[in-house]
């Protein structure tokens, strides 16, 4: 391949990995063109984009980037998978390919910087709550103490409430109260 080819691969990944800070690297070597192609659509559905890279290329292209931390896991053919929300719904999705594709290999992914490697490190990631889920929890983390303080001032005014129901009801009724001890 000219340097000229190699130049103009180096400036087609910078323009669509660009703004890709997180993604995943697998390998479809050993699966048919079929299962590749319904892969493909299937992850498109769900906005997750999947390219083929070469791998001293996409070195050059990322040497100093974020996505760096992937150098070490390009070996062979590989094929970088990006988009979604975030490299967590990609692992998800990923994961759960690999068990109608056990050719699919996982290599590894980045996310903030962080390299997990292997089908272990994906695997691992894909358990990883997203960005919403997250969010859920620290809601409720935050919000878990005011309820608990609410119920403790509302407890005691309830209980008054129905204290002072009864007398109400045992007056209307034309009954004595009677002090207690």
């Given at each position: 391949?000219?340097?000229?080819?190699?130049?103009?691969?180096?400036?087609?990944?910078?323009?669509?990995?660009?703004?890709?800070?997180?993604?995943?690297?697998?390998?479809l070597?050993?699966?048919?063109?079929?299962?590749?192609?319904?892969?493909?659509?299937?992850?498109?559905?769900?906005d997750?984009?999947?390219?083929?890279v070469?791998?001293?290329l996409?070195?050059?292209?990322?040497?100093?980037?974020?996505?760096?931390?992937?150098?070490?896991?390009?070996?062979?053919?590989?094929?970088l998978?990006?988009?979604?929300?975030?490299?967590?719904?990609?692992a998800r999705?990923?994961?759960?390919?690999?068990?109608?594709?056990?050719?699919?290999?996982?290599?590894?992914?980045?996310?903030?910087?962080?390299?997990?490697?292997?089908?272990?490190?994906?695997?691992?990631?894909?358990?990883?709550?997203?960005?919403?889920?997250?969010?859920?929890q620290d809601?409720?983390?935050?919000?878990?103490?005011?309820?608990?303080?609410l119920?403790a001032?509302?407890?005691?005014?309830?209980?008054?409430v129905?204290?002072?129901k009864?007398i109400e009801?045992?007056?209307?009724?034309?009954?004595?109260?009677?002090?207690v001890?």
């Open positions: 391949m000219s340097k000229a080819v190699k130049d103009m691969l180096v400036e087609d990944y910078r323009e669509r990995f660009g703004d890709v800070d997180d993604a995943l690297v697998i390998s070597r050993g699966i048919d063109a079929n299962a590749n192609n319904a892969i493909r659509s299937g992850l498109r559905k769900k997750i984009h999947v390219s083929v070469r791998n001293k996409f070195t050059k292209a990322f040497g100093e980037s974020k996505l760096s931390g992937l150098s070490p896991l390009l070996t062979g053919a590989n094929a998978a990006y988009g979604a929300e975030s490299v967590v719904d990609v999705a990923i994961v759960d390919l690999v068990k109608d594709h056990p050719d699919l290999e996982l290599k590894g992914a980045i996310l903030d910087g962080e390299v997990y490697a292997g089908e272990d490190g994906v695997t691992r990631l894909s358990k990883f709550p997203t960005r919403d889920e997250a969010i859920a809601v409720t983390l935050i919000l878990g103490p005011g309820r608990k303080l119920g001032v509302k407890g005691p005014g309830s209980n008054l129905g204290i002072i009864a009801t045992k007056l209307e009724d034309g009954e004595t109260i009677s002090k001890g």
